[in-house]
Structure formats: C-alpha cells, structure tokens
C-alpha cells in the first residue's frame, strides 16, 4: 500500500478518542455531554443527547414508540473536535431504555468515563455497566460531580469507589470545600486552581498557586478550610495511590476528577488531562490475531442494529465501528457470513434530524449502514475475506418472560419475526426439552415492549407474554446433566444449543454453584 496512506491513517488515528459514558441516571450524563459538545462545538449528533427533550423529538423520525415514551430506544453516537482531536461520545441510555445494546455499545469504545453523583455515590446502574468495561480492561475515567451541592465526603467516594468496584483511583484535583462553602478545585498535577464562580460559568478562571499550602488559597477559602484541604491533601500524598499511566491504560486505576457539570465547573480541565491520558483506537482480535487501527486494509463490526429509524421505509441501520483502514464512501467490502460483496455507498452519520452521507471515515468512528436485513450483531465487514472479527459477548439477562402465539396460524411470522430479533440482538431466546413455548430473556424492560411492538407491527403476530420470575441467568459449562439442576433452577437451551440455568434468587444460584462445583456459571455466553 501506498506510503501516503499509512502517514494518514497514522494521523487520523492519533486524533481520536472513542469513549462511552457510563452513569447511573441522573447523575449528569446529558449535562456533561453536552458541555463537552459545546466545547468543541458539535459537528454531528446521533439522535438528540437525550430523547426525552420532547422537542427534539418530534422533528426526528424515531419509531413509534419511542415518541410515545419519549425515550430513546438505542444509544447514539456524536462527534466534536477539540484542540486538534476528534472526540466520539457513544451515549448509553438511562434506565427506562436500559438494554443489552447499552452493554454491547461499550465494546465499541477504547476507553469509558464515569460519572458519579458526589452526593450519591456508586450506584446500581454505573455498577453494572462498570463490570462491562472491566471485562474489557478499558480504561475507566472518573467525573465527581455536583459539587455546588452537599455531597458525601471525597475519601468516602473514593473509598466506595475502590471496595464496590475494586478499582483503585488517584484523584486528579480536589475539592476546596463543597455546596456552599466550594471555591474551587485544586489541580494536583499542574499547581493551579480553577475557581468556582456559580454566577459566571462562561469564564474559567484559573490560578497559579505554588502549591496547596499557598496563602492565596488561604485567603480565598479561610484558615479552616484551607486547614482541612491542606491535611486533605496531605493525607492523599502520602497514603493515596500514586499517577500510573500504565495501570490507568490496564483499567487498574482511574484517575478521578471533580467538578460541576451544570455549572461547567472542571469540565475543560477534565476533558483536557481526559484527551491526553485516553487512549487512540486501539486493535481488536480476530481470528487473524489483533488487527491494528493503522492497518491499511479496511475492516470494521457491527455492534448494534436499530430498526425503523424511518417508519416511512422500515429500513433497519447497523452501526459499525471501524477498526482499521481508511472507509471511504462507495468502498467494496466483503461480507463473511453471507459470503458476498458489497459496495457500502450510502454510510451515515447522524444528525439530530437529518442524516449525513460519509464520504470518508476513519478507526474508532462510527457508521451507520442501511441494512435491508443482512445484518447480524457481531459481523465483520473487511477489504480482506479471510478476516473475521472475535464475536460479541452475550450478556447474562436479567428479566424473562414466556412467549405463546395467540393465533397458531401465524406460527410462521413468528418464529421469523424471533429468528430476525435475535439476530438483531433486541432478544435472547431461551427453549426447554419440554414445551414448545420460548422464554425470552432482556436486561431491560424495554426489550419486552420492542419486542410485543415489532411482532405486532412488523410480522403481524398478536402474542402473549407472561413474566417469569427468575432473576439470573448463568452458563453452564462442564459435564452439565440437567435434571439434575432440578431443583433450584430451570435449564434452558440458548440459540447455539448451550445450557443456561435460570435461577429465582441469588441464594438458588450460590447453591448451585456450591452442589457443582465443577462446572462453571459464566455471565457471558461461552
Ligand atoms: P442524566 O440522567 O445522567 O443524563 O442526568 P442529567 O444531565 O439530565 O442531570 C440530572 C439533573 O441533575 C438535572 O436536573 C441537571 O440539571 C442536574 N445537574 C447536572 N449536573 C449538575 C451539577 O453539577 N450540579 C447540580 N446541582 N445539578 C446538576
């Protein structure tokens, strides 16, 4: 390949960050996203930052139901240049429209940030998707925010940070005082301190200081509070871990920054150490081994598929996160699992109402790709057609139900509409050797709504839907003999034919896992 193209995708590789935030709802994702948009004055928007802005909403041709509940369906991609970088946020939707595509857009990105409610601290939802990212080894950044509020003491976040999710942290900068006593953050790294000004958060205005024993600050916060942030800091010097660069790029500790979205408050200086310490699109295995971003031969995967962006054309987008090579529109890449190829000439990049044609893109950008119903969530699209990218996880569900026909007739539609669901990723469908009906199983209620909606609109089938009580799902790998897990659970068959045992409670499953302990209960399918 030519010389030119390899210095050019070494330097569009080296420009962009692909990260997805990760936060329990509320605690200031949409803010903070879009403070950072600002910043870099947002060049394309996927969807709106969040759907509920009612708004928004009805100029974009989301389908129905998302109108109705006034949410977003699927997470969105969105774009902005800062400073010479190319920044795209991949959003992971809040809790009503929590579902397995908010675990599967995590492995598109490189690294995650972590918002935190300072007056909350780690809660259900950042848990879950945390362990996502762990699993990856990504790294993980942490944002504190809403410190013009009362919130818990830092150490304590800090210290809940560590035992809930057995990460250790090294707090970038620190607070001096909270709610209404805050005056600033003190910047650890550089020897400044950006003050907090709640009636200006235009300005950022920062000042050198010649360390945290400075009279400066002393005179800004008063001797009792400059007493307390100075034994404070003190205290993280000697006891606190250490910057490592290296255990932040292993996922093994997180630098931690604190700050006031809604006030943009330690957002710049976040999103600036952020882009410096984050890493450049990274490889990602194949059945060739790791394929490196810099690679000239084009080649990317879909993680998620929406259907019916458009209800005129009930047309379905796949997004693909591009892993190597340059995409340019028109490209022909060869599709593996159909075993065609095809010449990609309508990619897109989305905008809060129109969509954008791409004309070129590089690694760890995001496009999306008309899919008259070809495509399946994991495949590989790549110039080279031996090349076949690792699957995607499947992740452990957590809510289930029983699926009947109402009308036998229509059996036909059905099992199509679950065959394409599936593929989709919308479901994970589960069989008994004992009858004929189908569990399915979700992360998130919505998928049950998605799922009765598109049966109903798509494949013409009225169906029943009746929840079950379990609560985990575990594969089980080993010499599985499944009367025998009888009595605590039920065991399920998955589309590939693997055992997954259902349990009611957590106390089923320990003792399950206690009476077998030769087999193991994966949360990922094998
Ligand atoms: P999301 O659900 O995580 O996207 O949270 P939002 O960004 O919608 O924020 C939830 C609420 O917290 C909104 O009312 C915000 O205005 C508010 N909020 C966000 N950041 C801050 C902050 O720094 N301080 C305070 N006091 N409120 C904030």
Redesign the pocket.
């Known amino acids: 390949m030519s010389k030119p193209l390899q210095s050019r995708l070494a330097e569009e590789v080296g420009k962009r960050r692909t990260f997805a935030i990760i ?12 403070k950072l948009l600002l910043f870099g004055g947002a060049i394309r928007l996927a969807g709106t930052v ?1 759907g509920r802005k009612a708004a928004k909403f009805a100029t974009s041709d989301w389908m129905e139901i998302e109108k109705q509940r006034g949410i977003s369906v699927t997470s969105s991609v969105m774009q902005f240049d800062y400073k010479g970088h190319r920044v795209n946020i991949l959003d992971t939707p ?1 809790h009503q429209d929590f579902s397995e595509d908010t675990y599967r857009t995590l492995t598109a990105a490189d690294s995650a940030v972590m ?1 935190i ?1 300072s007056a909350k601290g780690v809660e259900a939802q950042t848990k879950k998707l945390f362990q996502v990212c762990r699993m990856r080894g990504i790294p993980i950044f942490t944002f504190i ?5 009362e919130g818990r003491d830092p150490f304590d976040l800090l210290e809940e940070i560590e035992q809930v999710l057995g990460i250790r942290s090294h707090p970038m900068n620190w607070p001096i005082g909270m709610g209404k006593q805050l005056c600033g953050i003190y910047d650890r790294h550089k020897q400044q301190v950006e003050l907090f000004d709640e009636n200006d958060t235009e300005k950022i205005e920062v000042t050198e200081v010649s360390g945290y024993d400075d009279p400066k600050i002393r005179k800004m916060a008063g001797e009792h509070l400059h007493d307390q942030v100075q034994q404070e800091l003190e205290l993280l010097d000697v006891a606190g871990d250490d910057f490592d660069f290296e255990k932040v790029r292993q996922g093994e500790l997180t630098p931690v920054f604190f ?5 943009n ?1 330690g957002v710049q200086t976040f999103l600036e150490n952020f882009l410096t310490l984050a890493p450049t699109p990274t490889a990602r295995k194949s059945n060739e081994g790791e394929v490196e971003p810099t690679e000239t031969k084009f080649s990317g995967y879909i993680f998620k598929i929406q259907a019916n962006m458009n209800p005129a054309h009930r047309d379905r987008v796949a997004f693909l996160r591009i892993v190597s090579g340059k995409f340019e529109r028109g490209i022909s890449v060869y599709h593996a699992r159909s075993n065609k190829t095809m010449k990609l000439s309508q990619p897109q990049q989305f905008l809060a109402q129109d969509r954008d044609i791409v004309e070129e893109a590089f690694p760890g950008d995001i496009i999306g790709l008309f899919d008259p119903g070809v495509f399946r969530i994991g495949d590989t699209l790549a110039e080279d057609r031996s090349l076949a990218f690792d699957e995607l996880p499947t992740f452990s569900p957590e809510l289930f139900c029983k699926v009947t026909v109402k009308n036998a007739l229509k059996h036909k539609q059905y099992q199509k509409g679950i065959d394409q669901l599936t593929d989709e990723g919308t479901i994970q469908v589960f069989k008994t050797p004992h009858f004929e009906d189908v569990i399915l199983g979700v992360v998130g209620q919505l998928q049950f709504e998605v799922f009765d909606y598109r049966m109903k609109h798509e494949y013409g089938v009225d169906i029943q839907m009746q929840r079950l009580n379990y609560q985990f799902a575990r594969w089980l790998v080993g010499d599985v003999d499944p009367n025998k897990f009888r009595i605590n659970s039920t065991v399920v068959l998955d589309k590939n034919q693997n055992y997954v045992a259902l349990f009611e409670n957590e106390y089923a499953m320990r003792s399950s896992m206690e009476k077998f302990p030769d087999i193991q209960f994966l949360e990922t399918a094998p």
């Open positions: 936060s329990h709802p509320d605690a200031g994702k949409t803010t903070l996203t879009e969040k809040g918002i409610d925010n809403k410190l013009d509020r700050g006031s979205a809604v006030n408050f």
